[in-house]
């Protein structure tokens, strides 16, 4: 707890007064949407909140660009036995007040999960936690209840030290290349350089983090130079403006995000296959992704992305076929009442967001199956009414977004007949035995070949059922000033990047 109080101490020291500021041509300055709600890593689940994490704290494990868990903190990460994983960690490992980072920290992080008075939304994650055990000062054991190869994913987590407390919502003490120089909140986070860091020194000055509410504002401050960088945080028509200015540079890379539309199997309709698979092939996902998306996007065959090791290319995917489609419906018993005249074959709604992108979206979409003889209601919420509709069933067709989708775990928390709202993400309520059975499979298989065959057949499964049609896997971007050297994109857009942006000698900013 003494380690703890004085961290706070020195936490609330740098909150007290204000960090080197963006004059410094060697702070970098980047525009958020949102101010960070958490610093805490355990609690913080918004967005903003976990990128600073991603600064401020060290992890055990990371993901690679092919999706995989591997040693980050940990210099080893072993799993001698089906219920057990073992870190080994480094010796001289700092925190940011001085003290050494020990097994007894990475214990003390996650036993946090098994405190029934502690409070996080991240706590389902680690249902199949027994316990965690400290061997010694440099390796830690977790344990347990049932097999779970995917279980290292939920090790991505910043560590804290032994004894944190409530007060690291705002005075956090972490490891990693960045401490907390100033909070204000929904104007700016301050990050300083940590010179203690074990990675070595960041390649800047520090981090000002600013919130900049609005899109276009983001945009203009990029233009005046009163803003270095943006990351993900920009509509692709205004990225494509700004690939006009001379004095910036659009960086980009494959992401994770996954759009698609979602059909309710409840609805006695949309429980005949020929009917989904009308509407899959109707929809001109080309299209979206090269106007609407300005091809800031790539045309998507199912939920676990193509850099992923489980992806699976060879499961069906839809080309635009309008004739197919209406082939399809006349199978299912809708057929064209007047031939060319203005009678759909039938009626469904669609609800999507308010969002202009999504309403666009949803406008081409209507279109692409007014084609095919289908007549498409749409109607527009605010994101929260959208959800509740999503999750109680109160919905036909709909279209939604999975955000940083990593691990082909998700296809159980989506796909599997157990996870049917309010217990899981099956928001589309598909049941499928076989699926179910493959999945389960792959989730306690040991070796990565066993559990890519068994994750694979369940996305050929999936992708023929089409519970889902799959639209499209977003595009990460990244704008910034030509001052800025070093940007690099990882699949999930992390922010750790930004400890190795470095200024190029010369380049003024504006």
Known sequence: ???????????????????????????????????????????????????????????????????????????????????????????????????????????????????????????????????????????????????????????????????????????????????????????????????????????????????????????????????????????????????????LQVFTAPGTDFAYLGFNLRDPLLQDRRLRLAVGYAIDQRAIVEHLRRGLATPAIGIVPPMSWAHEASAFHFERDVARAKALLDEAGYPDPDGDGPEPRLRLSLKTSTAEAYRLQAAVIQQNLADAGIELELRSYEFATLFSDVIRGNVQLYTLQWVGVTDPDMLRRVFHSSQIPPGGFNRGYYKNADVDRLIDAASVALGEQERRALYGEAQRRIAEDAPYISLWYKTNVAVAHVRLTGITLSPTAEFTFLQHVGISPGVPRP
């Not at 480094?90 to 992080?109: M, Q």
């Not at 680690?126 to 830690?140: C, E, G, Q, W």
């Not at 209840?145 to 090790?155: K, M, V």
């Not at 203690?196 to 899109?215: F, S, T, W």
């Open 1 to 247: 707890m003494r380690r703890a109080l004085a961290g706070l101490g020195l936490a609330l020291s740098l909150l007290g007064c204000s960090g080197p500021t963006p004059r410094d041509p060697n702070i970098i300055v980047v525009a958020m949407a949102n101010s960070p709600t958490n610093f805490d890593p355990a609690v913080g689940l918004d967005e903003a909140s976990q990128k600073i994490h991603q600064l401020l704290f060290s992890s055990l494990v990371r993901i690679d660009e092919s999706l995989r868990v591997v040693p980050d903190l940990a210099v080893r990460f072993d799993w001698p036995d089906p219920l057990t994983y073992v870190a080994e960690l480094p010796s001289g490992v700092r925190f940011h007040d001085g003290s050494e980072l020990t097994a007894a920290d990475v214990a003390y992080t996650f036993r946090r999960f098994l405190d029934p008075a502690f409070v996080s939304g991240r706590k389902g994650a680690y249902r199949a936690l027994k316990s965690i055990d400290v061997i010694d000062n440099t390796h830690v054991a977790f344990r347990l209840h049932e097999a779970s190869a995917s279980f290292p994913i939920n090790l991505v987590m910043g560590i804290v030290p032994e004894g944190t407390g409530a007060e690291a919502a705002r005075a956090p003490v972490g490891s990693g290349p960045y401490r907390l120089g100033e909070f204000v909140p929904d104007d700016h986070t301050t990050l300083v350089p940590f010179p203690g860091y074990y990675g070595g020194a960041p390649a800047n000055a520090g981090l000002v983090l600013r919130v900049v509410p609005d899109e276009t504002m983001r945009g203009l401050e990029l233009r005046k130079g009163s803003v270095d960088l943006v990351v993900n945080d920009l509509s692709p028509d205004i990225v494509d403006g700004l690939r006009q200015e001379a004095h």
